[in-house]
């Protein structure tokens, strides 16, 4: 009877070990580092046709992760997630039909940030833009996505939205404005975005 109660009293020690806490992203985005002199600049450049009406604003973000590395932000549940982080698109108006910023796709130093794995190795995972007609909250967001694939190939995207969702929904109207609908018919609006060097 005795050593059955060290048997279950030194399983018990080693699992309170096994779930201690690893790095919250929070904690690990402390660590990340921004590059001081990147040297992969993209142009990324988003363009209206055919609107319903002007659009005044375009924001974004340009995500990275780091594939080769993994962590576990909690140990109970036993998730891994990857370093990732994003960071904001600065987009200037060029005219009523065209916004443009600069993107690095080296954006991120490759770090080790001691979670087993030696160096992270940072790689552009997805550009994020949308436009918006004014900077209201109840304005549509006209969203558009290329992975970091696409982005560094230099790879274009025609997106067609509905054209009654501009600007945006009444206050009192109750949709939620940041959801867009794609569609194919013929009334639409295309939002091109495209990377060039």
């Known amino acids: 009877m005795r050593g059955v109660f060290r048997c279950f009293g030194w399983l018990s020690v080693l ?16 660590r990340y580092q921004r590059n001081p002199a990147p040297k992969r600049p993209y142009r ?3 363009k209206t046709a055919d609107t319903p009406g002007p659009f005044a604003r375009a ?13 576990i932000p909690d140990r109970i549940a036993g998730a891994r997630s990857m370093p990732s982080i994003d960071l904001p698109m600065a987009f200037s108006k060029v005219d009523e039909s065209t916004f443009v910023a600069t993107i690095y796709a080296d954006a991120m130093l490759d770090q080790d940030y001691r979670l087993g ?3 992270c190795h940072r790689e552009l995972r997805s550009v994020n833009a949308w436009l918006t007609a004014t900077s209201a909250k109840t ?11 696409e982005a560094i190939a ?3 995207q025609t997106n067609c939205y509905v054209m009654d969702r501009y600007p945006g929904d009444d206050p009192e ?9 794609a569609t194919g018919s013929s009334r639409n609006s295309r939002i091109n975005c495209s990377q060039s060097p």
């Open 173 to 181: 109207g109750g949709r939620n404005p940041e959801i867009n609908v």
């Open 15 to 30: 699992s309170v070990c096994a779930c201690g806490p690893g790095p919250t992203a929070d904690e690990l985005a402390a």
């Open 59 to 71: 924001e974004g973000f340009v995500g990275f992760e780091a594939p080769n590395c993994t962590y």
């Open 44 to 46: 990324t450049e988003l």
């Open 117 to 119: 794995d030696g160096v």
């Open 139 to 149: 304005d549509t967001r006209y969203v558009v996505n290329l992975s970091g694939d």
């Open 154 to 156: 230099r790879r274009s």
